[in-house]
């Protein structure tokens, strides 16, 4: 069965124009092409549920930010990958912290497209490294919120995270905790199975869903 995908997106050109090339795409199909969010809804209210949303950030009404946090809240099975002209770290930040499972600029080539929606659906999440590279290292681990006690971390655990959020190597990281790298790879693993990610990228980007860490100002 084709995954069902709905365009959300305020140029009518780029939204028909994009909705032609995913469904050349195998397995994938374009169910709702939308103008902006308070369309998307209109769909959705009358029992249109499509599996994936392919969300502009910049919208005349309800926007991406606000479209995202809304399907967030009560349409959670809903993956939702956003789109925009600018790779600017605050929104993409805002939009992870919405919701967002990818963010793709819409210079993209089709193979990143593709490759966008592939790992959406199989891994839950598209960010490409150069993107996460970018925005670890804006990350401020001092300003903390995040919700610890949710995910049950050590002391210990909270500390590595801090640390695998940055482009610190496991390596250095070893070093500045005192501990061997085997012990390393054991928090690594422990947040890995706490967190249900699969990878540093996604440890990262779940960190900034989850709001542990914030833009530097």
Known sequence: MKTSIAIVDDHRLFAYSLSDLVQKFDNYEVT?????????????????????????????EMDGFTTAA????????????????????DHVVRMVQSGARGYLLKICR???????LD????????????????LVKVLD???????????????????FLKMACSDLTYAQI??????SP????????????????????????AAIRWGFFKLQK
Do not use: W
Request: charged share 30%.
């Open 32 to 60: 709702i092409v939308a103008e902006h969010g308070r369309d998307l809804l209109k769909y959705l209210n009358r029992g249109d549920r499509p599996q994936l949303v392919l969300l502009d950030v910049h919208m005349p």
């Open 70 to 89: 809304y399907l967030k809240q009560n349409f959670p099975d809903i993956k939702v990958i956003a789109l925009s002209m600018m790779d600017q770290e």
């Open 110 to 116: 089709p193979a990143e497209l593709r490759q966008a």
């Open 119 to 134: 790992d959406v659906c199989t891994k839950g999440y598209h960010y490409s490294a150069s993107l996460t590279e970018r």
């Open 141 to 159: 681990p001092a300003k903390n919120d995040a919700p610890t006690a949710y995910f049950k971390f050590s002391g210990r655990e909270h500390e």
């Open 174 to 179: 070893a070093d500045k905790m005192c501990v």
């Open 182 to 205: 085997r012990t390393v790879d054991g928090y690594r693993e422990s947040l890995f199975e706490k967190m249900n990610v699969k990878s540093r990228v996604g440890m990262a980007i």
